[in-house]
């Protein structure tokens, strides 16, 4: 099959704009994840999520709502997750660690337990756990674009002051940056992206999407906003080569996109590792 007779199947097509759909947001806000050092903050709510789904599952069935997506509750859950990690470092001095991880182990669990004793429930849970973009859909286009939409338009409003708190929060505090709103509204779409991105790439392989492309745009680059530019470039380029790779070799999509993504960085460090030796 040549590269073009890639793009005659209507759900690669949609696969595609979901891929680029997701690398905007994903390369915006995992730059801030990286540069501020989130990476397990960001790892603990796309776990805890799995409880909100878990929970969404159970009242769904078991009161007949007609509400028929249990991700709308693992929204919900993940920004209430992430909020309350914020809360227990600003304001009970609980170690920062020590909350990601209750709060990660406690959302895994809820959602285990829910799921298991929702009667009649036989749904397999791997589909949150790995997702598939393959099954991509126009509300994943539609919500996808939407979270595109907000996220660019905070970042452009308050810019100066993301790329100040990523440094020195403190700091800047003083000098009248809104540091906890920037904080708080970060965690808020930190939640989204990745409920938003949990049937097409996974509970478990998102985090590799909001950080090994802002990984490899730090290599190349410094400066921030070229950063959040490569980082959008190279989601696109390993979403795009990891469904390639995906449909040409029968292999599930969102490992062979991960995969296709730690190739990326690797030619990019050993390129970089050999310029600096020239």
Same mark, same amino acid.
């Given at each position: 099959?040549?590269?073009?007779?890639? +793009?005659?199947?209507?759900?690669?097509? =949609?696969?595609?704009?979901?891929?680029?759909? $997701?690398?905007?947001?994903?390369?915006?806000?995992?730059?801030?994840?990286? =540069?501020?050092?989130?990476?397990?903050? $960001?790892?603990?709510?796309?776990?805890?999520?799995?409880? *909100?789904?878990?929970?969404?599952? +159970?009242?769904?069935?078991?009161?007949?709502? @007609?509400?028929?997506? @249990?991700?709308?509750?693992?929204?919900?859950?993940?920004?209430? $997750?992430?909020?309350?990690?914020?809360?227990?470092?600003?304001?009970? =001095?609980?170690?920062?660690?020590?909350?990601? *991880?209750?709060?990660?182990?406690?959302?895994?669990?809820?959602?285990?337990?829910?799921?298991?004793?929702? @009667?009649?429930?036989?749904?397999?849970?791997?589909?949150?756990?790995?997702?598939?973009?393959l099954l991509s859909n126009n509300t994943n286009i539609i919500s996808l674009l939407i979270l595109d939409i907000i996220t660019v338009i905070f970042f452009i409003v308050y810019y100066k002051g993301i790329v100040y708190t990523s440094f020195d929060e403190k700091l800047y505090g003083i000098y009248g940056v809104p540091v906890s709103f920037i904080n708080y509204f970060m965690i808020t779409l930190i939640s989204s992206a990745i409920i938003i991105n949990i049937k097409t790439i996974g509970i478990i392989l998102i985090i590799s999407i909001l950080t090994i492309p802002q990984a490899a745009a730090s290599i190349v680059a410094k400066k921030y906003s070229v950063i959040i530019l490569l980082s959008v470039l190279f989601s696109f380029l390993g979403i795009l080569s990891g469904l390639y790779f995906s449909y040409v070799l029968n292999i599930p999509s969102g490992p062979s996109i991960i995969v296709s993504l730690i190739i990326l960085i690797v030619i990019i460090k050993f390129f970089s590792f050999f310029r600096k030796n020239d």
């Open positions: 099959m040549n590269f073009i007779d890639f +793009f005659e199947y209507s759900f690669m097509r =949609n696969a595609l704009i979901v891929g680029f759909l $997701s690398s905007v947001c994903c390369g915006i806000i995992g730059t801030y994840i990286v =540069n501020k050092k989130m990476v397990f903050i $960001s790892s603990s709510i796309s776990h805890a999520s799995y409880g *909100g789904i878990g929970i969404g599952i +159970f009242l769904i069935h078991f009161f007949k709502l @007609p509400v028929k997506d @249990p991700l709308i509750f693992g929204l919900f859950f993940s920004i209430l $997750s992430g909020i309350l990690i914020l809360l227990l470092k600003d304001f009970f =001095n609980v170690n920062s660690d020590l909350g990601i *991880g209750m709060v990660m182990s406690l959302g895994m669990a809820v959602g285990i337990i829910f799921s298991f004793i929702t @009667p009649g429930y036989q749904a397999d849970m791997s589909t949150y756990l790995f997702g598939n973009i």
